[in-house]
């Protein structure tokens, strides 16, 4: 039910029949595309028509109009082969495979995809492998593969991370959340769904916040969540707002109505799916027309209604065989097979010849070696070896040096990391010393061990400090975990800190969620050391949010440090909570309350050493049922 499966070019949502290559005929077509056609010499506006035309498809898209949109296409299909840009061809086969889906030919779509990826793998660009990939997991998503279309849709992740494009990263985010949420794994799903919309909203909103808000709805649904679903699906409604994309319009109307139904108000529920039939029959929508005409079956056969929910199911399961017929099920395992057959058909030919390039290299040194031998005087042969022998010495000295200051550059590098922020560090090396600065909101995480001086005496300085080593080397883990900065430990006391170096979004609700996880962590080992009658800490645990200044003083024994009132209230927030809690200031409250993982206990405003009266809350994580 949720919008998933978002094919992309550089961000923007992208007929005809084509039969599936056989063996190396795609490679051959492919060829003579690339090589065979000769290029004209063209003026700059001519370069520039694929591109104009591939626009005004997506506006036709955008406006519904299919007709217009593939004659576009197949216009600018010409116009690239013409130039015999291999980048223009690929990028209109992706934005034509889109329409094709659009009207349900899932085979010709899939065919221009691996036609596209073929010319991204020849001309080795991997982020039009990563568009492909992302492309081909939407098709088989909506075709019903969900395993296949999150595996897909993990490739093209992996690239765009490494590459850090944040837009692609939030599509696939939505994407791999509907795929999840169709193979019955909401709460994973609801994950990607809230990181996609967090991305959107710092990227400016738009038609991507409704498509959020939709699948956030969708997934909430499925969760029994109705309320909630409701809400996010009417949000998305209002941002499309009124002629803005029909398609998404018709099939949030679609969601709507679905939720309704399920939450048996039937005639709300009949009148958003009728009205989304209306905008998908117009449009041409197939894959809309069967959600609607399905919310229509339901809600009619709940009335009591049995004929109208037969016309309504008989028009759905026409619609379902047009999309998911038996012969296009097998279309679409063609094209990939092809696809596979040819990739290994190809290796074993660059196999071959690797092969028969090693045999006539050695044939041609051993001739070469004769012929030497036959022509070199005895004295030039043992000079020659002399001369090699010193050679070889001397760069082996200059190598075996060079990789051991390689090496001992490197322990420091690591020592160098362990110590202070990467950011930090490289202004150090850069400059002999750093600036203290000013970081807005940052939040800083204390914990301090209860009875830890009566605890102390019943145990060696030796078995103390390895049990405080082992409670340490869990924050740290869980500190890195949550993107936290570890500042120093203090007797029994830990400190880090999140949104260092720089200031970071989530920082504060990963500091919450990293106290959270170190409290669960304490009561595990305190359960598991009592049963055997062995020492274990309680813990209080405090969190304030405020500006600092960070960075390193001295010149000396170099350590990262904070300063300001925000690290004393956050020292207060932890003597005044209680043990096995997280105590958190109403500053944190404020940054974390709208996160539905985490509970809120107010504690009112608590008399604190020196600060007066300061509102207090407990934190603790909503628990599976």
């Known amino acids: 039910m949720a919008i998933g499966g978002v094919h992309t070019i550089d961000g923007d949502p992208p007929d005809g029949t084509k039969v599936p290559g056989r063996s190396w005929a795609c490679w051959c ?14 003026s700059g506006a001519d370069v520039k028509d694929w591109r104009i035309l591939v626009d005004r498809s997506a506006t036709e898209l955008r406006a519904g109009d299919l007709e217009k949109a593939k004659a576009y296409l197949e216009e600018a299909y010409l116009n690239a082969i013409e130039l015999a840009d291999s980048v223009a061809i690929s990028k209109v086969l992706v934005e034509r495979a889109a329409v094709r889906q659009v009207v349900g030919d ?86 990607y769904h809230r990181l996609s919309l967090a991305y959107r909203k710092r990227m400016g909103g738009g038609e991507w916040v409704a498509i959020c808000y939709a699948n956030l709805g969708s997934c909430l649904a499925r969760m029994g969540r109705t309320d909630s679903a409701l809400y996010y699906l009417h949000n998305a409604l209002a941002t499309l707002g009124k002629g803005k994309n029909p398609m998404l319009k018709a099939q949030t109307l679609a969601m709507v109505g679905q939720v309704e139904v399920d939450a048996r108000r039937l005639g709300q529920g009949r009148a958003h799916c009728e009205e989304g039939l209306r905008l998908a029959e117009r449009l041409g929508y197939l894959s809309i027309q069967k959600m609607c005409q399905e919310c229509l079956y339901r809600a009619f056969e709940a009335q009591g209604d049995a004929g109208r929910a037969l016309t309504a199911l ?66 030039g042969v043992v000079f020659a070896l002399l001369l090699a022998i010193g050679l070889w010495s001397r760069l082996d000295h200059m190598r075996r040096s060079r990789n051991q200051i390689d090496t001992e550059r490197a322990k420091g590098e690591r020592l160098l ?20 600065k000013d970081v807005e909101s940052v939040s800083i995480l204390f914990t301090d061990f209860t009875d830890f001086a009566i ?79 062995q020492t274990y800490f309680n813990m209080r645990c405090g969190i304030h949010t405020g500006a600092v200044v960070a960075g390193v003083v001295g010149d000396c024994k170099f350590q990262y440090d904070v300063w300001g009132a925000t690290v004393n209230t956050a020292a207060r927030m932890e003597s005044s909570g209680e043990v096995g809690r997280v105590n958190i200031s109403h500053a944190t409250y404020e940054l974390v309350k709208e996160h539905q993982d985490l509970v809120f206990t107010p504690r009112g405003r608590i008399s604190v050493k020196g600060m007066g009266e300061l509102e207090m809350w407990f934190v603790e994580e909503v628990r599976a049922v």
């Open 417 to 436: 990391l362990n110590i202070l922020p990467h950011s930090v560090a490289e202004e150090l090396k850069a400059s002999g010393h750093t600036v203290a």
């Open 29 to 42: 077509r492919l060829l003579f595309v690339l090589l065979a056609v000769v290029p004209r010499f063209t």
């Open 314 to 379: 008989q028009r759905m399961l026409v619609i379902q065989d047009s999309l998911l017929s038996r012969e296009r099920t097998k279309g679409l395992m063609s094209v990939e097979m092809n696809y596979a057959f040819e990739r290994q058909l190809l290796a074993d030919s660059l196999q071959r010849l690797k092969v028969q390039q090693a045999a006539d290299l050695k044939y041609q040194m051993r001739i070469t070696q004769e012929w030497s031998q036959k022509r070199v005087f005895s004295v």
């Open 455 to 533: 605890l102390s005496e019943r145990m060696s300085a030796k078995e103390l400090v390895a049990l405080i080593d082992t409670y340490f080397r869990a924050f740290d883990r869980i500190a890195r975990q949550f993107g936290l900065e570890k500042i120093k430990t203090i007797g029994d006391a830990y400190m880090c800190a999140g949104g260092l170096p720089e200031s970071k979004p989530d920082s504060a609700v990963n500091t919450v969620r990293a106290a959270l996880a170190m409290q669960r962590w304490v009561g595990e080992r305190a359960a598991e050391r009592s049963g055997s009658n």
């Open 106 to 191: 899932l085979q010709g779509a899939l065919q221009d995809l691996y036609d596209a990826l073929r010319i991204y793998d020849l001309i080795e660009d991997p982020d039009g492998a990563a568009t492909v990939y992302n492309s081909i997991g939407a098709l088989h998503h909506n075709a019903g593969n969900y395993k296949e279309a999150i595996e897909l849709y993990g490739k093209s992740l992996a690239i765009r991370v490494r590459r850090e494009q944040t837009n692609q990263i939030a599509i696939l985010y939505g994407n791999l959340g509907s795929a999840l949420e169709e193979l019955g794994r909401p709460d994973s799903a609801l994950i």
